[in-house]
Nanobody, 121 residues
Framework: QVQLLESGGGLVQAGGSLKLSCEAA????????MGWYREVPGNQRELLAE???????KYGDFIQGRFFIGRGSAKNTINHEMNNLRPEDTATYYC???????????????WGQGTQVAVSS
């Protein structure tokens, strides 16, 4: 079983920065990708950034260079740096991983419980 442990959310003033971290706990899995999404009430959950198993990165639309994703120092850990935050960035942020268990072919989607980010004007 894989669990995604999220940290780094909180309250920040407009123009400030936050770093989100996600650690995947478990063994016996290959990680096809890990990334961050966010969800605002009334809107679809949207992709922010993702790292594939090969190390390539993909960013969602309208990021405009403010957000950066990278591997953490610990195994199966990713960091998501968010700069020049705006009130419209206020949302619930979710870590996501797509995994495959050793010896099996099917992919599984794993989600964190979500961490709150609030940006005040």
């Amino acid at each position: 079983q894989v669990q995604l442990l999220e940290s780094g959310g909180g309250l920040v003033q407009a123009g400030g920065s936050l770093k989100l971290s996600c650690e995947a706990a478990g063994s016996g899995f290959t990680f096809e990708s890990m990334g961050w999404y966010r969800e605002v009430p009334g809107n679809q959950r949207e992709l922010l950034a993702e790292i594939s198993g090969s190390g390539s990165t993909k960013y969602g639309d309208f990021i405009q260079g403010r957000f950066f994703i990278g591997r953490g120092s610990a195994k199966n850990t990713i960091n998501h740096e968010m700069n020049n935050l705006r009130p419209e960035d206020t949302a619930t942020y979710y870590c996501h991983a797509q995994v495959r268990r050793w010896g099996r072919t099917n992919l599984r989607d794993v989600w964190g419980q979500g961490t709150q980010v609030a940006v005040s004007s």
